[in-house]
C-alpha cells in the first residue's frame, strides 16, 4: 500500500520553489525600483550602478541570512514544543486525552466516536505526541537540512533577480536610457517569472504573471516619484 | 469544557508578529547597509537620501504588496485543495478511507485501532474534508481578512525600521559623520529588536539580539566593502 507519497514531493519541491520566489520577487523588483528611483534623479550611471550594487549585496545577505535564521528557529520551536508536548502526556495524560477528545468534537464527532481515537492513541506515546503536534499546534517536523539551502537559494534567486533590471545600466547611458531599457527587461522577466510561479503554486499563470508585474510597476513608480520629489 | 483557546490567541498573536519582524527585519537591514554602501562611493548626503527613501518606498510596496498576494493566494490554494479533496470524498470514498487508515498506520497505530476512527470520520463528510485538509495536505484555513492586515503590518514595518538608518543622514553632513552615527542607532536598534523578537517567538532573547545585529551589521559591511570597491 503506498505511503501517499505524492505529499511528500510535493512538500518538498514547494519549499525549493517557495525560496525562489521569495527571493527572485524582491531581487526583481526592489533593485529595479531603486535604479529607476534614482534615474530620476541622477544622469550618472555610476552612481545607480554603485547602489544598485551595494543593494543586492546587502538585500541577498540579509533575506539569505534572515531564512537561514527563521529555518533554524522553526526546527528549534519545534524541538522544544515537541518536548513540552511529551511532558504534558508523561505528567497530563488526562488533560491531554480529554484535549484529543476536544479535537475531534469540534470536528463534528460524538464523545462515543471519538473515544477509540483517544484509547488508541494513548496506547502509542510517541504516535500521541506527534499527532498533538500537527493537530492541536499545527506544527509539522522540519528538514533540519533546510536551513542552508533555503539561505543560499533565497540569496542566488535574489543576485539573479536583481542582475537583471541592473543590466542595462552596465552598457547604456545616460542613465534615462538604460532605464527604458531597464523598465522593458524588467517588465518582461516579471511578466516571464510570474506566470512560471503562477504554473508552480496553483495560482492562474496569466494572473499571477500581471500581478507580479503590477507589483514591480507600482514599488518602481513609487520610487521614481520620491526620488524626483526630493531632488527638485 | 474550553476549546483549547490558547491555541487561537498564540496564532493570531504570532501571525501579526511575523509580519511586523518580515518587515522590520529588513527594513532596519537594507536601508542601514544601502546608505553605509553608498557612504564608501559619495560624500554628499543627499544622494544617499534619495537612494534611501528611494528604497524604502520600494521596499514597503514590494514586501507589502508581496505579503498581500502570499496571503491572497494561500486563501485560494486552500479553498481549491479543498474542493478536490471534497470531489474524492465523494467519488472515490473508499479510497479515501484508505488513505485515513494509512496515516493512523504511519503514526504507529495498528488496522483495527484505526478501523473505528475511519468510520466515525466517514459517517461526517465535513469534518472528514477537513481532517484532510489538515492531516494529509498540512494545510490550515487561512482567515480571508489577513491579506490587507498582513499587507500593510509589512509595509508599515519595513518603513518604520527603515527611517531609523536614515535619519542621521537628515541631520548630520557629511556622509561619513553621519555614517556613524547611522551605525551606532540601527545596531542598537538591531539590539533591541532582536531581543523582542526573541521573547516572542520564544528564541533565547540575548542570542536573538545578537544574531540580528549580526545579519544587519554583515549585510551592511558586504554592501559598503562594494560599494568601495565600485567608486574606485
Not at 480529554?98 to 470536528?107: C, H, L, N, R, T
Amino acid at each position: 500500500m503506498p505511503q501517499t507519497p505524492h505529499v511528500e514531493r510535493h512538500f518538498t519541491a514547494g519549499e525549493t520553489i517557495r525560496d525562489i520566489v521569495i527571493g527572485m520577487s524582491d531581487g526583481l523588483t526592489v533593485p529595479f525600483a531603486l535604479a529607476a528611483g534614482l534615474s530620476g534623479a541622477v544622469s550618472s550611471t555610476s552612481i545607480i550602478l554603485t547602489a544598485g550594487l551595494a543593494e543586492i549585496a546587502a538585500g541577498s545577505i540579509a533575506m539569505g541570512l534572515g531564512g537561514y535564521l527563521a529555518a533554524r528557529s522553526d526546527a528549534e520551536h519545534y524541538t522544544s514544543e515537541r518536548l513540552r508536548e511529551q511532558q504534558e502526556i508523561n505528567e497530563k495524560a488526562d488533560a491531554e486525552k480529554a484535549e484529543v477528545m476536544d479535537i475531534f468534537i469540534s470536528y463534528g464527532l460524538s464523545q462515543q466516536e471519538s473515544a477509540p481515537i483517544v484509547e488508541a492513541l494513548s496506547k502509542h506515546p510517541e504516535a500521541w505526541i506527534d499527532f498533538m503536534m500537527r493537530f492541536e499546534l499545527g506544527l509539522e517536523k522540519p528538514d533540519p537540512k533546510r536551513a542552508l539551502t533555503s539561505a543560499l537559494t533565497i540569496a542566488a534567486s535574489y543576485i539573479v533577480g536583481g542582475l537583471i533590471p541592473l543590466s542595462p545600466y552596465f552598457l547604456f547611458s545616460p542613465a534615462s536610457t538604460a532605464l527604458q531599457i531597464s523598465v522593458v527587461a524588467t517588465l518582461l522577466a516579471l511578466l516571464i517569472f510570474g506566470y512560471v510561479k503562477g504554473r508552480f503554486t496553483g495560482t492562474k499563470p496569466f494572473r499571477s504573471s500581471i500581478q507580479t508585474a503590477l507589483i514591480g510597476g507600482l514599488a518602481a513608480a513609487a520610487a521614481f516619484l520620491i526620488a524626483r520629489l526630493i531632488s527638485r
